[in-house]
């Protein structure tokens, strides 16, 4: 098949092909790289030869072939269509942009099909490349919503048909008529504005996150504030308790009564007192903790895991003044890891949970430990993409929880479990 696809010239479109297929494996992240590049080189192959008999008719049918392909690998159907889609959108964009001179007639070198084909795929690989830098920037920091993608599968959808229409008639029209040359300026303007408008929108979705984050923020320091406020009632109402409690030992005394006061004390006195070891001192060491926007999240999941029943306590040993991170993404993060703690704990009888902050080798290591159920999913089942066991599109998944957080370039996430409990550990990198 090779040896037909050379003597017949068509090298050239065997490797624009490839070049597609290539690109939609860099937009799709497929784990399986042995598996999907063979099975992309026979499709390929397949493609370059029927390109001989359906010209320009088989662009349609690379399209289904990438879109089918996709989704065998990464099993979203969405995705496979947007991958596919964005990969022959820009291969149209980038062969017109390559084309100009050619249309222009500006001589015999630039006429040359190896010359056009070199700069187009070039093109085609920068544009790509630089596309999936910026976007991956700002999605590891935007949870993107599957009807957003579902959105833009069908926009590239669309926008691929439309392209693959100008592309029939200017060849049945001629392909250097005044047609032609409108096709190709409405290609590539169409192109650019697309681009425009979709860096536009992934910039608008950074914006929205960061003020929903600020918002949660500010959110997390009312509730720490609101915590503050219910200590301080609580600390009123102990001493009103702790006066009575005085009176009560009082008049046992004065009666001389030391039976009573024995069976008071112990009923009543060292009762409280227990409870009180058992939970507010178990927090005392959040006072170590000067950082108030991440205090303010500890402090409130940590109380309301004490109220759900659970054995809780933190451990700060040192101060720490400061952290080096991103402060949302940090707040965030660890909010996400003690909801879902939380979350396990509770339904586990006698469940608990542990936080502890300290340094280690120019690191603020933060752990989060908690029980959970032994029937909980093996870790590598947690990590995959889109996986919450909360149920599908519902809540942070341990993949999502990873990306945030490697997102910040001095961050690192690491998961363990072990026999009935689950650990995470958050390692931040300072500066020496």
């Avoid at 392209?163 to 290609?187: C, L, P």
């Avoid at 370039?409 to 072990?418: A, H, Q, R, S, V």
Wanted: aromatic content about 12%; some cysteine.
């Amino acid at each position: 098949m090779l040896e037909y696809i050379l003597n017949n010239g068509l090298y050239y479109v065997f490797v624009q092909n490839s070049s597609v297929f290539l690109v939609v494996y860099l937009f799709s992240g497929i784990k399986e790289k042995k598996s999907y590049f063979i099975s992309s080189f026979f499709s390929v192959i397949m493609l370059t030869i029927l390109y001989a008999h359906l010209n320009v008719w088989s662009l349609g049918l690379i399209w289904l072939t990438a879109v089918i392909l996709d989704f065998i690998y990464i099993k979203k159907i969405h995705r496979a269509i947007l991958f596919a889609s964005l990969a022959n959108i820009l291969y149209i964009f980038a062969n017109y942009v390559a084309g100009i001179p050619l249309s222009w007639g500006t001589g015999p070198f630039i006429s040359s099909v190896e010359v056009l084909v070199a700069v187009g795929i070039s093109i085609y690989l920068i544009i790509v490349l630089l596309l999936k830098k910026i976007t991956t920037i700002v999605i590891k920091k935007v949870q993107v919503s599957e009807r957003l993608v579902w959105m833009t599968a069908i926009l590239s959808t669309i926008t691929f048909i439309s392209y693959f229409i100008i592309i029939i008639i200017e060849r049945f029209g001629g392909e250097y008529s005044a047609m032609g040359k409108a096709n190709e300026f409405f290609i590539i303007g169409y192109g650019l504005l697309s681009m425009l408008v979709f860096l536009a929108l992934l910039y608008s979705l950074q914006k929205e996150y960061t003020a929903k984050e600020k918002q949660k923020e500010m959110t997390y320091l009312k509730d720490y504030t609101d915590q503050l406020e219910k200590n301080y009632t609580e600390m009123r109402r102990f001493k009103h308790d702790y006066q009575n409690i005085l009176l009560s030992i009082e008049d046992y005394i004065k009666e001389k009564d030391l039976i009573k006061l024995e069976e008071y004390f112990y009923s009543k006195i060292k009762t409280a007192s227990t409870a009180i070891e058992k939970n507010d001192f178990k927090l005392s060491q959040l006072g170590n903790l000067k950082v108030n926007e991440l205090k303010s999240v500890l402090a409130n999941k940590l109380s309301i895991s004490q109220e759900l029943g659970i054995d809780t306590e933190v451990e700060i040993s040192e101060r720490i003044e400061a952290i080096e991170a991103d402060s949302i993404v940090l707040v965030r993060a660890l909010g996400i890891i003690l909801d879902n703690a939380i979350e396990a704990a509770e339904q586990i009888d006698n469940g608990m949970i542990r936080v502890a902050f300290f340094r280690k080798l120019n690191k603020l290591v933060i752990v989060v430990v908690n029980s959970c159920s032994k029937e909980l999913p093996k870790l590598f089942e947690l990590k995959k993409e889109g996986f919450s066991t909360k149920g599908e599109n519902r809540g942070m998944g341990l993949s999502n929880l990873e990306q945030m957080v490697a997102s910040t370039g001095n961050m690192m996430l690491d998961t363990k479990i072990d026999h009935g409990v689950f650990t995470q550990m958050l390692s931040i990198d300072e500066k020496k």
